[in-house]
């Protein structure tokens, strides 16, 4: 059956850094879109970075330069290695890995990430 397990998340000061991991099971990771969303309390939820079945990789703007989007598939599993980070990043994360073509779209859990001195 589908897996999606997350890690990574935590509790950091202003301007150090994290890395987010999901690691997925159950179907050929290596032909699925990925991505991670986060949530923060009273907001919507919102896509942060996304990388392509073929590694293309896009960001939401107020990460850019900071947040780098990428992909093991030997490993099936997806990174999101977030450095300088901001109180605003705070939210809950989540992965993301869909495919179209499939119906598919699948999401784990959601891992905390707090940043605050």
């Known amino acids: 059956q589908v897996q999606i397990v997350e890690s990574g998340g935590g509790l950091v000061q202003p301007g150090g850094s994290l890395r987010l991991s999901c690691a997925a099971s159950?179907?050929?990771?290596?032909?699925?879109?990925t991505g991670w969303f986060r949530q923060a309390p009273g907001n919507q939820r919102e896509l942060v970075a996304r990388?392509?079945?073929?590694?293309?990789?896009r960001y939401v703007d107020s990460v850019k330069g900071r947040f780098t989007i990428s992909r093991d598939n030997a490993k099936n599993t997806v990174y999101l290695q977030m450095n300088s980070l901001k109180p605003e990043d705070t939210a809950v994360y989540y992965c993301?890995?869909?495919?179209?073509?499939?119906?598919?779209?699948?999401w784990g859990q959601g891992t905390q990430v707090t940043v605050s001195s």
């Open positions: 159950g179907f050929i990771f290596r032909l699925y879109d």
């Open positions: 990388i392509s079945s073929g590694g293309s990789t």
């Open positions: 993301n890995i869909k495919n179209d073509y499939f119906k598919a779209n699948y």
